[in-house]
């Protein structure tokens, strides 16, 4: 259980180190990603980024478990 924990604290932190290079990279938003504009408020959905970055870490997770 301790090591399932640790795993998933360092690859939360990995993704949280990513932010900063996606954000310079400039690729928001990505195809399916939704956007509204609602009196004065601006909503972002952002679907296709939240799926690779899912993938992106299940696949490290499995890669690291190996």
Request: net charge positive.
């Amino acid at each position: 259980m301790t090591g399932k924990l640790i795993m998933f604290s360092i690859l939360f932190a990995g993704s949280l180190a990513l932010l900063p290079m996606i954000a310079f990279l400039g690729i928001d938003p990505l195809p399916g990603d939704l956007t509204f504009n609602i009196a004065n408020h601006h909503v972002f959905l952002p679907f296709t980024q939240a799926f690779i970055a899912s993938v992106v870490l299940a696949l490290l997770y499995f890669w690291i478990r190996k």
